[in-house]
């Protein structure tokens, strides 16, 4: 599946548990002025498209749009990568932060092998 921006009303809701279907999403906060982000981009793109992931929801955020999400999420600096299993419901989701890196690459911080190891085990 592609990735697709999601705006700030979108993520509230998400994160409120307004989600009127049981759904996986993950979700890859991001900024402009983040070189690292830029890189981490297609490989990403890449990780979505492939056949194991195929019934998760990839989507991309931009702190500059909401800078407070950082707080509201707890954490900090990006990239950073969630995965949220969304309920049906008002139910809280349940929502897991990919731990940074041992050995952060100096391209693109997380490494595909971090995030798709990450994925097998929070997201499948």
């Known amino acids: 599946m592609a990735v697709a921006r999601i705006n700030r009303e979108s993520l509230d809701s998400l994160l409120r548990g307004e989600i009127k279907e ?13 070189h690292l982000c ?29 800078p407070e999400i950082e707080s ?6 990006v990239p950073t990568i969630f995965v949220i299993h969304a309920n049906i419901g008002n139910r809280a989701p349940k929502i897991s932060l990919l731990p940074e890196p041992e050995k952060p690459s100096d391209k693109t911080w997380y490494k595909s092998s971090d995030i798709c190891k ?4 929070e997201a499948l």
């Open 72 to 77: 509201k999420m707890k954490f900090k600096g």
């Open 22 to 34: 049981n759904v996986t999403v993950v979700l890859k906060f991001y900024s402009n002025n983040c």
């Open 38 to 66: 830029h890189s981490l981009k297609s490989y990403y793109e890449d990780i979505s498209k492939k056949d194991e992931y195929k019934d998760l929801y990839f989507f991309a955020y931009n702190i500059d749009d909401y």
């Open 118 to 121: 990450f994925l097998n085990k």
